[in-house]
């Protein structure tokens, strides 16, 4: 996970929750007013106490860690079939889709996972391309809406006309700008 720490409209940290936190603490004891630390994946605002001693690495500010269905319970169990992850859920089909998913090999559940991977995997660019907008809209949305054509940006940006978006921008801080820019482009 990378974070970025912006004061005002520049850019003055990025890297590793404990370097921007440092970041932060120095800043804040420095005299900075608008301070602002952005988890880089998502494009959200973290709130971390400017006032701790850098030597704390400021884990309150990550979310907990998911517990898996199989880290779920620690209970010893008893006869039957291993815990492999998989959780059951009721699925409503039309009777002739139920009737073609007994005909597959594998049977309905093996099945229903193929289907479910295949689009997965299918629609991976589509998602990571969607997250990338959602995370730069979060970063505009909380540090650049006061400035010069926010909204054309924004629908620049839901657009996916990244060029348009950079052509707007370019009155505004050169840090925002580019973090703008390198958020909305999907990671592949």
Do not use: C
């Not at 120095?26 to 900075?32: K, L, Q, R």
């Not at 926010?150 to 801080?173: G, H, K």
């Amino acid at each position: 996970m990378s974070y970025t720490l912006f004061d005002g409209h520049r850019r003055i940290a990025a890297g590793t929750l404990a370097e921007t936190t440092r970041a932060l603490h120095e800043a804040s004891t420095g005299g900075s007013q608008w301070l602002l630390l952005f988890e880089d994946a998502t494009g959200r605002q973290i709130d971390v106490d400017a006032r701790a001693e850098p030597a704390s690495p400021a884990d309150a500010a990550l979310p907990p860690e998911p517990v898996s269905a199989g880290e779920a319970s620690t209970a010893p169990r008893g006869p039957g079939r291993p815990r492999l992850g998989v959780v059951a859920r009721e699925v409503t089909l039309l009777p002739h889709h139920w009737e073609w998913l007994a005909a597959q090999p594998g049977g309905a559940s093996v099945t229903l996972r193929k289907l479910v991977e295949h689009a997965r995997k299918a629609g991976a660019s589509d998602e990571r391309a969607r997250n990338a907008r959602e995370a730069s809209y979060r970063f505009l949305h909380a540090i650049a809406g006061n400035l010069p054509d926010y909204e054309e940006v924004t629908r620049a940006l839901f657009a996916a006309d990244l060029l348009r978006m950079e052509q707007l921008m370019l009155p505004w801080p050169t840090d925002v700008r580019e973090h703008a820019v390198r958020l909305a482009t999907p990671n592949d």
